[in-house]
């Protein structure tokens, strides 16, 4: 069994600052990229951020600047510091990983139940 399981969405206000943390436990032989993702209701879901096992990282256009992604592959976590948040960022922030589990040979892309970031006065 394989879960991620992210924490730290809330309400904040415009211009704010969050944290949200993501860790993966379970039976895991190879954890390779890792990402977050958002939507709002009737929308995609969309790539905010992502970081290979290296730590190479990507970012949406729109975030970029504002937002951090990082990893500690110790802990099998993956963060994302967001600053200056606009109402606009307000969605359900997911992330995923990319991992090899138990006797499988074969990588697979999992997610996180979401948490939910709102931005408003």
């Known amino acids: 069994q394989v879960q991620l399981v992210e924490s730290g969405g809330t309400l904040v206000q415009p211009g704010g600052s969050l944290r949200l943390s993501c860790a993966a436990s379970g039976n895991i032989n190879s954890l390779n990229a890792m990402g977050w993702h958002r939507q709002v209701p009737g929308k995609q879901r969309e790539l905010v951020a992502g970081?290979?096992?290296?730590?190479?990282?990507t970012y949406a256009d729109s975030v970029k600047g504002r937002f951090t992604i990082s990893r500690d592959n110790a802990k099998n976590t993956v963060y994302l510091q967001m600053n200056s948040l606009k109402p606009e960022d307000t969605a359900v922030y997911y992330c995923?990983?990319?991992?090899?589990?138990?006797?499988?040979?074969?990588?697979?892309?999992?997610w996180g139940q979401g948490t939910q970031v709102t931005v408003s006065s």
């Open positions: 995923n990983a990319d991992m090899r589990v138990g006797y499988s040979p074969y990588h697979k892309n999992y």
């Open positions: 970081i290979s096992s290296g730590g190479t990282t």
